[in-house]
């Protein structure tokens, strides 16, 4: 299996992916659209945080499933814990050293089709 480091921009972060991915994904929901992300998915024992874990930042949204993680320092986002795939993580392909995203297909998922928690109150 293919391991990459993974790093943000600042450094602070950095981590690993054991991955062999058949596609990278794009979502539309409102956050993703918003921060231009291209991500894999990975099972979540294929990721392992080496470093800066007292600057891994958090965000959540609405129904509080998915955490959006990016550095404290610099603010890139470089994984989240996936909504759908909660044993998942959806990791920045751009943070990934030496992975080349062009010969892989790309899917753009229906995230903002996904319910939001106000539709459901
Ligand atoms: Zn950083």
Redesign the pocket.
Known sequence: MPRYAGA??????RFEVEADPVETTSCDCSLCAMRNAVMIQVPQAALRLLAGED?LATYVWNTGVARHHF?G????YVFHRKRAAPDSFGVNVFCLRDFDPAPLPHRRTDGAGMSLLEARL
């Open positions: 943000c921009h600042c450094g602070t972060l600057l550095c320092r610099c603010g890139v």
